[in-house]
């Protein structure tokens, strides 16, 4: 089974991304359809049964913070030819989820990814050439308060992504008042 851990986004929002791109950006056949739209945190690829059970309890002990993170630029990536959209800056909450799944991963004998992490929702795949700049830049605020184990499924009307299983990330008011009343002492 082909897995990896990422951020969903709600109907509302992967229904605004598509309207702004079919606003500014050109036509593409090989457009991703918007139920695909997601973040991913970590790419986990095969894994067998008992990695899945260990995935889901390294999963489960984590407690990242819930985030804000704010999409407001375009991008494309030659290599793999991706048209995407991603945010200017990562919240430091982002940083510690996505090196914690990363690590539980490793832990598990599974491949890491040594590249800089660069959050992103992918819009289109097989451009050949970079496109010209958007006519409006994007600009999305989407907040997090969950995080999800997606399985990549090959159909034959192309890749569907299902989640098996979703945790909670702690809400920052929360986490600053237990703080505040020394719980987390």
Known sequence: ???????????R???AIEQWSSRNLPTYSSAIPPANFHI???????????????LYEAAGELHG???????????????PRVLWIGPSQVPESLKELVSALANAGARLGIRKDNRPYMP???LVRKVALNPPN??????FELTFNRFH???SKSTNK???YHPLHSWPLRSQSSVREQLRGGALD
């Open 1 to 11: 089974m082909r897995v990896f851990f990422g951020l969903d986004l709600n109907g």
């Open 13 to 15: 929002e992967k229904l």
């Open 40 to 54: 991913t945190l970590a790419f986990l690829g095969e894994v067998n049964n008992n990695q899945l059970i260990s």
């Open 65 to 79: 913070n819930s985030f804000l993170l704010h999409i407001d630029q375009l991008g494309y990536w030659s290599k």
């Open 120 to 122: 992103h929702i992918s």
């Open 134 to 139: 958007a006519l409006i830049a994007p600009d």
């Open 149 to 151: 184990l997606f399985e």
């Open 158 to 160: 192309g890749v569907v």
